[in-house]
């Protein structure tokens, strides 16, 4: 049974700081890798996807990749309010695995 | 067209009665997923559409669930006979060929009493 983990949270975070997202998954063969926001109540949002092993960064967000140790992990620098939300980790072979979701909430 | 479409968005039904959503996904992508979400959980896979091909269904889907994608565009998802623990969102998400980037629509909230 492939098998994506996170913790469930909520993890606190002071309004302008750096929010540190993990994930490990459990089949090595796994190619893509993805994060999703979601709010309340709201369908998932891709924000970031990550193929190769390091980093990858888009405005505010870096996603992080390590295939040996089966990690990966997203940043959130400056964080704001907005950014208060559930964040999937997913990893995909056709269908999309997803985790349960990191709670995250932005302390004003 | 902006994205992923579903109807409806939220679907009251009774135990026993059988319902039917509808997703109308991204042009151009000829992939289509149904996911289901419940409280607290991430969306767990129920099945996939390449075109008009139905290529796997997840053991979750129980001979009550069936889903279509007749001409490769829309798609249904159907119910019969509902139990309350069928009550969940139920996400459509579509991709462009080659891609492993899936994109949800809104999702239909549907509630068993």
């Known amino acids: 049974q492939k098998e994506v983990e996170q913790n469930s949270g909520p993890l606190s975070v002071p309004e302008g700081a750096i929010a540190s997202l993990n994930c490990t998954y459990s089949?090595?063969?796994?190619?893509?890798f993805f994060w999703y926001r979601q709010y309340s109540g709201k369908s998932p949002e891709l924000i970031m996807f990550i193929y190769s092993n390091g980093d990858k960064e888009d405005g505010r967000f870096t996603a992080q990749l390590n295939k040996a140790s089966q990690y990966v992990s997203l940043l959130i620098r400056d964080s704001q309010p907005s950014d208060s939300a559930t964040y999937l980790c997913?990893?995909?072979?056709?269908?999309?695995?997803f985790g349960k979701g990191t709670r995250l909430h932005i302390l004003p | 067209d902006t994205g992923v479409s579903q109807d409806p968005r939220h679907k009251i039904t009774k135990r026993g009665q059988n319902v039917t959503f509808r997703c109308d996904p991204i042009s151009e992508h000829n992939r289509l997923y149904w996911y289901r979400q419940t409280l607290g959980q991430g969306p767990e896979f129920l099945t996939y559409?390449?075109?008009?091909?139905?290529?796997?269904k997840s053991r979750l889907l129980s001979d009550r669930f069936s889903a279509e994608r007749p001409k490769g565009s829309f798609s249904t998802l159907e119910i019969q006979r509902t139990e309350q623990g069928d009550s969940a969102m139920y996400l459509c998400a579509s991709s462009l060929p080659g891609a492993a980037e899936q994109y949800f629509g809104p999702g239909t909230r549907l509630t068993v009493t």
């Open positions: 559409f390449q075109n008009e091909a139905q290529l796997e």
């Open positions: 089949d090595r063969g796994s190619q893509s």
């Open positions: 997913a990893v995909t072979d056709d269908k999309i695995i």
